[in-house]
């Protein structure tokens, strides 16, 4: 449940990063965009496993 999670949040489309690039003209937006999702990504993934575990 928990890796489901993480699927939902993690992945980002390379072209949509390529956009942020283009557009900012730099790759400090697409870093931290790379890195904010990871980050929620885990934390949900965490959370979720946490929940999941003590109901089971």
Known sequence: MS???WFVHAPQ???TLAVV???TGGWAMPATITALLFSLA???SWLTY???SRWS
């Open 3 to 5: 890796l489901l999670v």
């Open 13 to 15: 489309c390379l072209a």
């Open 21 to 23: 690039r283009r557009e």
């Open 42 to 44: 885990y934390a949900a």
């Open 50 to 52: 946490t929940l999941v």
